[in-house]
């Protein structure tokens, strides 16, 4: 079946990295976000990136992927107190496909 | 752009009645819409995908005439969650997908839905 795990919590000090772990269970998984999500609002895409990728930086953001063991990493430098939020990892079988999320990662950011 | 709203953003209602939740994209033509439903601390569970001009796509365990859903316009579905129960309450989240852009779904901000 489909699932898609995260730890709960991750709380760090502004200006470390923090990284956000995720693992999943379907192989057939072509495509895996991760969203952003602040409190009472919606979810905002910060990155995506396809199966038969390794790693993909955007800023301050690199997503790392490995395949062989269904690892989804998000890797945020230079964190900031704004980046507070929960963390969600998603993924689909197809382009514009059905999303399976994991649970979240709330994350932490203390001055 | 890629803009979704939802309307209302709360509503608290009593039980046995019913609430239409609306869903727009503002600036692109959605095709598909997805709602979700999101319990808090929890992940969000897809219910039910729905394609412009035909019927909606229901999750399994998804009960398709209590979440009545409508999507009969290219920038609008709605989501009625008819003979409401407390159980219902919950943080419903829709979301679009413009038919030029489909890597991505834009989602709106939510409707927390309280039903005593």
């Known amino acids: 079946g489909e699932d898609v795990e995260q730890s709960l919590f991750l709380s760090v000090r502004e200006g470390d990295s923090s990284v956000i772990n995720c693992t999943y269970t379907?192989?057939?998984?072509?495509?895996l976000y991760w969203y952003k999500q602040e409190p009472g609002a919606g979810l905002q895409l910060l990155t995506y990136?396809?199966?038969?990728?390794d790693m993909k930086q955007d800023q301050r953001l690199t997503v790392l992927l490995n395949k062989k063991d269904k690892h989804l990493s998000l890797r945020i430098a230079d964190t900031q107190t704004g980046d507070s939020a929960i963390y969600f990892c998603?993924?689909?079988?197809?382009?514009?496909?059905?999303?399976?999320f994991g649970q979240g990662t709330e994350l932490s950011v203390k001055p | 752009g890629a803009v979704v709203s939802q309307h209302p953003s709360r509503v608290i209602c009593k039980s046995g009645t019913s609430v239409k939740i609306e869903c727009r994209s503002l600036?692109?033509?959605?095709?598909?819409m997805f709602w979700y439903r999101q319990f808090p601390k929890q992940s969000l569970m897809l219910m039910a995908t729905s394609n412009e001009g035909s019927k909606a796509t229901y999750e399994q365990g998804v009960e398709k005439d209590k979440f009545l859903i409508n999507h009969a316009s290219l920038t609008l579905s709605t989501l009625t969650v008819t003979s409401a129960h407390p159980e219902d309450s919950s943080f419903y989240i829709c979301s679009a997908q413009s038919r030029t852009d489909t890597y991505e779904q834009y989602f709106g901000p939510g409707t927390r839905l309280t039903v005593t």
């Open positions: 998603a993924e689909s079988k197809n382009q514009g496909g059905k999303l399976i």
């Open positions: 600036d692109f033509q959605a095709t598909t």
């Open positions: 990136i396809f199966s038969n990728m």
């Open positions: 379907d192989s057939s998984s072509t495509y």
